[in-house]
């Protein structure tokens, strides 16, 4: 059985460009979040999903950031512009409706130079 | 409100030597508790979880983990380290209804042959 799929795995850019990551959960969850990871405040919640409406945005860093879920198996984070405070790697994580596990993508490493 | 707190960013044991990951958690209800590993460059696997049914929790790669309500704590326990057990490990708490996984900072753990 698949596990989350992320893409692209790294991605390298120049500030003002416009990045996309996107996300395939597991087959059958129901529930889909985004995370950042960087050295400085470690994992962070972005936004959460379920059923392919946004729950709870309050981590979106400002309006640079704006997440999608267009369908169940399909979901994408998208930076316009990028600056280089937002290097760092995304990860995805999914869950099936009334689970407690979460199951992780293995994420995007982003560098905005 | 829910946190956890990891007790020591770094940890290094030598191989054959027991691990101990300590984690103390502070949530209002019931909590459900995690142990995720990070493997250099990847995503977060689960290791174990606890989700209100036996206090001593087996995980996968020989880790295990008890509960002990009366000290706030979900400690993370090998009996014999391996090289192969190095890597960054979090302890995550959420509720349920509440569908954020909290992380804790992370314990990086270093093996030395």
């Known amino acids: 059985d698949a596990g989350v799929i992320q893409s692209p795995r790294h991605e390298v850019t120049e500030m003002g460009q416009e990045v996309t990551l996107r996300c395939k959960p597991i087959?059958?969850?129901?529930?889909l979040f985004w995370y950042r990871q960087t050295m400085m405040r470690g994992l962070e919640l972005l936004i959460y999903?379920?059923?392919?409406?946004?729950?709870?945005d309050s981590g979106m860093p400002e309006d640079r950031f704006s997440a999608k879920m267009p369908n169940a198996s399909f979901s994408t984070l998208k930076i316009q512009p990028s600056e280089p405070r937002d290097s760092a790697v995304y990860f995805c994580?999914?869950?099936?409706?009334?689970?407690?596990?979460?199951?992780f993508g293995p994420g995007t490493r982003l560098l905005v130079l | 409100a829910q946190s956890v707190t990891q007790l020591g960013s770094h940890v290094s044991v030598s191989e054959g030597a027991l691990v101990l990951l300590r984690c103390n958690y502070s949530?209002?209800?019931?909590?459900?508790l995690f142990w995720y590993v990070q493997y250099p460059n990847q995503g977060l696997q689960l290791l174990l979880k606890?989700?209100?049914?036996?206090?001593l929790v087996k995980g996968i790669n020989g880790f295990e983990a008890e509960f002990k309500k009366s000290e706030t704590s979900f400690h993370l326990t090998k009996p014999s380290a391996h090289m192969s057990d190095a890597a960054e490990y979090f302890c995550?708490?959420?509720?349920?209804?509440?569908?954020?996984?909290?992380f804790g900072t992370g314990t990086r753990l270093t093996i030395i042959p």
């Open positions: 999903f379920n059923n392919n409406v946004p729950i709870d």
């Open positions: 606890y989700t209100s049914a036996a206090t």
């Open positions: 087959s059958g969850h129901n529930s």
């Open positions: 995550a708490v959420s509720t349920f209804g509440n569908e954020k996984l909290t």
């Open positions: 994580a999914s869950r099936r409706g009334g689970g407690e596990t979460q199951y």
């Open positions: 949530s209002s209800v019931p909590p459900y």
